[in-house]
């Protein structure tokens, strides 16, 4: 890195709240993105569809306004921007392809989502080939990361959550609060580790992979253990997807009640839209409001676990014998945490109905295309074997375990605030 380039270094978290309110700014004043499609069902659909001319033309447009944000953003942190381009091509086309999978019917029928099918092309490529380290070095994993969050909070509207009733609200701390403590206890049990421990706790009572990334980022956690997390939420989404509504209508649940139960307790929200679908409208609105109530709690909980983490000096210590200055605190606070914050109160009160409908489409978008980077980023960066064999079968357990909680614990509170 040049001195040059070291003067004029900005933090990344700062860097990535200018460059989220960045795009949000071009969306409203300037130029909105196109959304490409990806939907297909057979190859004729896929010539069709997906590789016509019209729809090229926006992947290029998304592959210049990506890599151009993403090089202001490596400028401006002091990083290569050489190297940011030369790898970038790479990831966007391997996310590309991911987006591609991901878009087919019968995907799309089983709800898997894109960003796994980013994670797996990335650890594939990343465990089966010799990337060379400055490859590896030039990912801008917690770059796209935090990107996607400050855009995520464009989505979270204030006045849409009241409007849904306070029931999702009530249950959404009583679960959040009770999960993630019963996680942290249990993950100190089974002694694993402090930075798997935050982020399995916030995985399992929060919103899976976008707590754990929030949570990553809060206490500057390492983006492979971020992986193995996201792995498991993955990997147990999908059953618990399949097999809880039939569980519901086994034992004669009232929509309601089931549509709480999933909301609470599947950890992606695309997973909890195709458990709700399954079961009938009720449960799939009930379901959303629930979800999304969670979501909301998500820029709350960042901020607490980032003090927190402060606060402990990053160790359980029962006894804490010099507590840092607020102004340690801050140095130390995720600073992305307030554009998720100021991306959600701007979006909540100060833009129009009209104004939100018409960039919403856009923003979502590109929202998705940084987390889809960002998780074919991790995968290539990752070692999965050496972060099986480092971490061992501990946080595995726990997170079974603290699902298991959570599903139990929801299912009684969804009981209590919805069976009437």
Same mark, same amino acid.
């Given at each position: 890195?040049?001195?040059?380039?070291?003067?004029?270094?900005?933090?990344?978290?700062?860097?990535?709240?200018?460059?989220?309110?960045?795009?949000?700014?071009?969306?409203?004043?300037?130029?909105?993105?196109?959304?490409?499609?990806?939907?297909?069902?057979?190859?004729?659909?896929?010539?069709?569809?997906?590789? %016509?001319? *019209?729809?090229?033309?926006?992947? =290029? &447009?998304?592959?210049?306004?990506?890599? #151009?944000?993403?090089?202001?953003? !490596? +400028?401006?942190?002091?990083?290569?921007?050489?190297?940011?381009?030369?790898?970038?091509?790479?990831?966007?086309?391997?996310?590309?392809?991911?987006?591609?999978?991901?878009?087919?019917?019968?995907?799309?029928?089983?709800?898997?989502?894109?960003?796994?099918?980013?994670?797996?092309?990335?650890?594939?490529?990343?465990?089966?080939?010799?990337?060379?380290?400055?490859?590896?070095?030039?990912?801008?994993?917690?770059?796209?990361?935090?990107?996607?969050?400050?855009?995520?909070?464009?989505?979270?509207?204030?006045?849409? %959550?009241? *409007?849904?009733?306070?029931?999702? =609200? &009530?249950?959404?701390?009583?679960?959040? #609060?009770?999960?993630?403590?019963? !996680? +942290?206890?249990?993950?100190?049990?089974?002694?694993?580790?402090?930075?798997?421990?935050?982020?399995?706790?916030?995985?399992?009572?929060?919103?899976?992979?976008?707590?754990?990334?929030?949570?990553?980022?809060?206490?500057?956690?390492?983006?492979?253990?971020?992986?193995?997390?996201?792995?498991?939420?993955?990997?147990?989404?999908?059953?618990?997807?399949?097999?809880?509504?039939?569980?519901?209508?086994?034992?004669?649940?009232?929509?309601?009640?089931?549509?709480?139960?999933?909301?609470?307790?599947?950890?992606?929200?695309?997973?909890?839209?195709?458990?709700?679908? =399954?079961?009938?409208?009720?449960?799939?609105?009930?379901?959303?409001?629930?979800?999304?109530?969670?979501?909301?709690?998500?820029?709350?909980?960042?901020?607490?676990?980032?003090?927190?983490?402060?606060?402990?000096?990053?160790?359980?210590?029962?006894?804490?014998?010099?507590?840092?200055?607020?102004?340690?605190?801050?140095?130390?606070?995720?600073?992305?945490?307030?554009?998720?914050?100021?991306?959600?109160?701007?979006?909540?009160?100060?833009?129009?109905?009209?104004?939100?409908?018409?960039?919403?489409?856009?923003?979502?978008?590109?929202?998705?295309?940084?987390?889809?980077?960002?998780?074919?980023?991790?995968?290539?960066?990752?070692?999965?074997?050496? =972060?099986?064999?480092?971490?061992?079968?501990?946080?595995?357990?726990?997170?079974?375990?603290?699902?298991?909680?959570?599903?139990?614990?929801?299912?009684?509170?969804?009981?209590?605030?919805?069976?009437?």
């Amino acid at each position: 890195m040049s001195q040059q380039n070291k003067t004029f270094a900005i933090h990344e978290d700062w860097t990535v709240v200018i460059l989220g309110f960045l795009i949000i700014l071009i969306s409203l004043f300037l130029f909105l993105v196109p959304v490409p499609t990806f939907k297909w069902s057979a190859g004729s659909d896929l010539i069709n569809t997906v590789f %016509i001319a *019209k729809n090229i033309q926006i992947l =290029l &447009i998304e592959f210049v306004y990506l890599g #151009l944000i993403g090089a202001i953003g !490596a +400028f401006i942190m002091g990083k290569s921007v050489k190297n940011f381009l030369l790898i970038f091509p790479v990831v966007y086309i391997l996310t590309t392809a991911a987006l591609i999978l991901a878009g087919n019917a019968q995907m799309r029928a089983l709800n898997l989502e894109a960003v796994i099918f980013s994670l797996t092309i990335g650890l594939i490529i990343g465990n089966f080939f010799n990337l060379p380290q400055w490859f590896r070095d030039a990912l801008s994993t917690e770059l796209f990361v935090k990107i996607g969050l400050v855009l995520l909070g464009t989505s979270i509207i204030f006045s849409d %959550i009241l *409007k849904a009733g306070s029931l999702g =609200l &009530i249950q959404a701390l009583i679960v959040v #609060l009770s999960v993630w403590y019963f !996680a +942290f206890w249990l993950c100190r049990k089974l002694k694993v580790d402090d930075e798997l421990t935050m982020m399995i706790s916030s995985a399992v009572s929060i919103c899976g992979v976008s707590a754990a990334i929030a949570t990553s980022g809060a206490i500057k956690g390492d983006s492979k253990k971020l992986s193995y997390v996201i792995s498991m939420v993955l990997i147990t989404a999908i059953p618990m997807m399949i097999f809880m509504p039939y569980i519901a209508h086994y034992f004669n649940f009232p929509q309601e009640v089931t549509g709480a139960w999933l909301g609470g307790s599947i950890d992606t929200t695309g997973a909890v839209v195709a458990s709700g679908t =399954l079961v009938g409208e009720a449960a799939l609105k009930i379901s959303t409001i629930v979800k999304f109530s969670q979501n909301v709690l998500l820029g709350l909980a960042a901020f607490a676990i980032s003090v927190y983490w402060t606060y402990t000096n990053n160790k359980w210590a029962t006894v804490v014998e010099s507590k840092p200055t607020l102004g340690v605190i801050w140095e130390r606070f995720p600073k992305f945490v307030i554009g998720f914050i100021g991306a959600s109160l701007l979006f909540s009160f100060f833009i129009p109905t009209e104004t939100r409908d018409v960039v919403k489409d856009s923003l979502k978008n590109l929202q998705g295309l940084w987390f889809a980077l960002a998780f074919t980023s991790i995968g290539l960066e990752t070692n999965f074997k050496d =972060l099986l064999s480092t971490n061992g079968k501990k946080p595995f357990y726990a997170f079974l375990i603290a699902q298991l909680f959570n599903v139990i614990v929801t299912l009684i509170v969804a009981f209590f605030l919805f069976g009437k």
